[in-house]
């Protein structure tokens, strides 16, 4: 008889798993001109450079900071490498919707004006990508070449 006592623990830890909320990683919930980036306390207020990552504060409760730029994000997640992401997120810069930084296409340019200078724009698909490194005469990176090119960058300053 003792399985009987582990039905209702199951029962709500299902409902809990469908449910979600923020008990599921998703990005932050900006609101541009009052959402401050967790990196430099700046308002949060051009949606195509906004950046977020969820990590998981306790076990099934996940916590979803803003960032106003990529590249601050980026440097934020070094600095702070206690935290492990579980979810990345960063914003088509034509659509400006959310997109999965893992699958994401970055531009990295210095003609690219992001809100913090480090000059990433991200994309949905790789041929608007190209598209705007050609015109900028940027470098097109995915999302693991971006953080090590951003590492080795922090290194020259």
Not at 33 to 47: A, D, F, K, V, Y
Request: aromatic fraction near 10%; charged fraction near 20%; charge should be negative.
């Amino acid at each position: 008889m003792k399985t009987l006592r582990w039905l209702p623990v199951l029962a709500i830890l299902l409902l809990a798993i469908a449910c979600g909320g923020s008990t599921s990683p998703e990005p932050a919930k900006i609101r541009f001109g009052e959402t401050l980036c967790t990196e430099c306390g700046m308002i949060i207020s051009q949606p195509k450079f906004a950046a977020s990552f969820a990590y998981a504060e306790s076990e099934g409760r996940f916590k979803s900071l803003p960032f106003d730029d990529i590249g601050d994000m980026i440097s934020y997640m070094r600095s702070h490498s206690d935290l492990i992401p579980v979810g990345t997120w960063v914003h088509d810069y034509e659509r400006e919707e959310w997109i999965a930084a893992d699958g994401a296409f970055f531009v990295e340019s210095s003609a690219i004006k992001s809100p913090m200078g480090h000059g990433i724009a991200a994309f949905a698909t790789e041929a608007a990508a190209n598209a705007l490194a050609a015109e900028v005469d940027g470098t097109v990176l995915d999302w693991d070449r971006l953080r090590i090119e951003h590492a080795m960058a922090d290194h020259h300053h």
